[in-house]
């Protein structure tokens, strides 16, 4: 029990640093930034409003994994690829990376922390 309440109390923590203002001016840019890379290189797999393609692409809308308040292993799917999607490391910078993915955390109902560029590494 007590190591929930520290989750939580840290989870809260992490919450208020990202809502900093210098960080809400980073977000909103980094949301653009993203918007248009999503359009280039993942909506043809994830269809333009993040609900993929049955059986054949996974949603990105409303997924749990996009949202989860750790961003590791949506970093490592992009930088990496996975089953059919191709590794996008070496194609899309670091930060570009961070734009797109805070892009599919704040999109189509789903909300999340963005990811710093400093959190995705080469
Ligand atoms: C060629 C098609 C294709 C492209 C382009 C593509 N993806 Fe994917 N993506 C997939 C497939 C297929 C999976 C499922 C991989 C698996 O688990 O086998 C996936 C999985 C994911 C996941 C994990 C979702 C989950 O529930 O496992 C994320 C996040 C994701 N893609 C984001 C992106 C982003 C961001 C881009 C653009 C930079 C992108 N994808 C481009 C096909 C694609």
């Not at 520290?6 to 809502?19: K, M």
């Not at 949603?59 to 949202?67: E, F, I, K, W, Y």
Request: include cysteine.
């Amino acid at each position: 029990m007590k190591a929930l309440i520290a989750y939580v109390l840290l989870s809260i923590g992490s919450a208020l640093a990202a809502c900093q203002p210098a960080i809400v001016a980073d977000r909103s840019e980094l949301i653009s930034e993203g918007e248009a890379i999503y359009t280039t290189s993942c909506a043809r797999c994830h269809h333009g409003d993040g609900s993929g393609y049955r059986n054949l692409f996974p949603p990105l809308a409303g997924n749990p994994l996009v949202t989860l308040h750790d961003p590791v292993p949506i970093i490592r799917v992009v930088q990496d690829g996975r089953g059919s999607m191709p590794p996008f490391r070496g194609v899309l910078s670091s930060e570009e990376i961070a734009a797109v993915l805070t892009y599919i955390r704040n999109s189509w109902g789903n909300e999340a922390a963005p990811i710093p560029p400093r959190q995705v590494r080469d």
